[in-house]
């Protein structure tokens, strides 16, 4: 950050009096803070990372109060920065206006592998923070436990279920997938059942995988009892409504079995709960049945799910969730998106795989394609029968997909019009991407910008502090 630009931000620091997901505010004026671990933790754990500006004091009114003494200062935040792992290297800018001095601290955000950055005199587990709006919060055991899975590449799906043995699988399936996993592999068939069931991770050191007991077991659930679906379905378009004869639920399933089992269950259950209409198709003229959601589109979300979720210890106690809405179909995971990959890169890119040798059983089962057609399918079938983009969003150790039954009842159609006069009445103070996300209710920042804020620029009634950069970190949006 060059002089200027810490002028600037001064500025609008003025002008909003607020910290954001990406600033961070600190007087200064008599010594240098003590802790700044938890910030430094949670802007190294952020993508775009953050910077901390020394020299305001937030409890007088955002006053420009200016630091003791910027050399001094400086060494004494690279101090606290070497105290981290990773070491944090922040890029220290010194500007000087109505003869007071303020500093800037840039403060970079790590790769994934080295994530998460904390604070070694608490430990990884208690030293490490994530930013949440204006404010650090401590990271949970899980989200911790999640970087260290994606840098380790810890494999949850063949963990060893230590109560299971090769005679509790069922035997016929077992023995079905053993043939076709041999078809067309001659150098695999000359080997021995009880070394394959090692090498293809039926077995990991003499012990049943999970994987295995997910797909062969005559009953997983009595291992793992809440690796399984909940279904409902609500009168209604928020849980908690009450039918007309007091019901929470119309319908209500626990699904259980093997993933296979499980994943034609739950399209069962969506089946015979989505309404069918008739409609005239406008390029064939002929009249048509169509059901609320495409089924293959649910089909696809169901196996995602079941294939992506994450199987380890910190999650087995949560189950599937899919739950049918007047409006919309929600089906929900435990483990957010795994890896380096984002909301808005899905369907687009090669993403990592949390659970390979689970998706590669289903391959050669012939359930899964495994060839990273999911999402594109769920597209293309949705556009084909005239219904929006589904909504994918990555949440706090959850992953979820919303598909809407009509465009009327889409966000970026029907709620933008109630929401749009808000929106700009928020927006009269200047606010960050974050802030906007946590006012619509959205966990899904990029979705937030992207189909209620854009088109709110689009016509004028919403503006960016720094138009010819809008995709800088320090983007504010403001209404006059």
Do not use: W
């Not at 706090?396 to 598909?403: A, C, L, N, Y």
């Amino acid at each position: 950050m060059t002089g200027e630009e810490l002028k600037d931000l001064l500025k609008i620091i003025q002008r909003t009096k607020c910290e954001t997901q990406a600033l961070e505010l600190k007087s200064a004026s008599v010594d240098c803070p003590k802790k700044l671990f938890d910030t430094l933790s949670s802007f190294s754990n952020q993508d775009d990372g953050g910077i901390i500006v020394f020299g305001i004091n937030e409890e007088s009114g955002y006053k420009e109060c200016g630091v003791y003494d910027p050399h001094d200062l400086q060494k004494k935040v690279n101090e606290q920065c070497l105290q981290m792992e990773p070491i944090v290297r922040p890029l220290l800018t010194v500007v000087e206006k109505d003869e007071k001095f303020f500093v800037s601290a840039e403060i970079p955000g790590i790769d994934i592998i080295e994530r998460p950055c904390f604070y070694r005199g608490k430990g990884r587990l208690k030293g490490s923070y994530t930013r949440i709006g204006d404010s650090d919060e401590p990271m949970t055991e899980y989200e911790v436990y999640s970087y260290e899975a994606f840098r380790r590449k810890y494999q949850d799906d063949i963990r060893p279920v230590h109560r299971a043995t090769l005679r509790s699988l069922d035997q016929q399936k077992l023995g079905e997938y053993i043939d076709k996993l041999k078809a067309g592999k001659p150098h695999l068939s000359a080997i021995d059942e009880e070394t394959i069931y090692e090498l293809m991770s039926i077995k990991r050191n003499d012990e049943i995988t999970l994987m295995a007991v997910m797909l062969f077991s005559p009953y997983p659930q009595a291992y793992f009892p809440q690796l399984c679906i909940t279904a409902v379905v609500v009168p209604g378009t928020e849980l908690g409504v009450e039918g007309s004869a007091g019901e929470r639920f119309l319908d209500n399933q626990r699904i259980e079995g093997s993933i296979p089992e499980m994943l034609d269950a739950a399209i069962a259950f969506v089946r015979r709960n989505m309404r069918t209409k008739t409609i005239v198709n406008p390029e064939t003229g002929k009249r048509e049945d169509r059901t609320d959601y495409p089924i293959t589109a649910v089909r696809e979300a169901v196996l995602n799910s079941l294939v992506h979720r994450d199987y380890s210890i910190h999650t087995e106690g949560m189950p599937i969730q899919i739950v049918m809405f007047d409006d919309r179909i929600e089906i929900r995971n435990p483990g957010g998106i795994y890896g380096r990959i984002k909301v808005d890169q899905l369907g687009k890119v090669q993403p990592d795989t949390r659970n390979p040798v689970l998706a590669t059983a289903l391959e050669v089962l012939g359930v899964t394609e495994n060839r990273y057609s999911g999402i594109p399918t769920i597209r293309k079938e949705l556009k084909k029968n005239g219904l929006p983009e589904p909504l994918f969003e990555d949440q706090r150790g959850q992953f979820s997909v919303t598909f809407f039954n009509t465009n009327d009842n889409h966000p970026a159609k029907a709620e933008l019009d109630d929401k749009a006069s808000g929106l700009v009445e928020f927006c009269r103070t200047p606010r960050t991407r974050q802030e906007i996300a946590d006012y619509l209710g959205l966990s899904s920042i990029s979705y937030a910008i992207k189909d209620y804020i854009m088109p709110l620029v689009d016509k004028g009634m919403i503006k960016l502090t720094i138009p010819d950069k809008p995709r800088s970190p320090k983007q504010l949006y403001f209404s006059e």
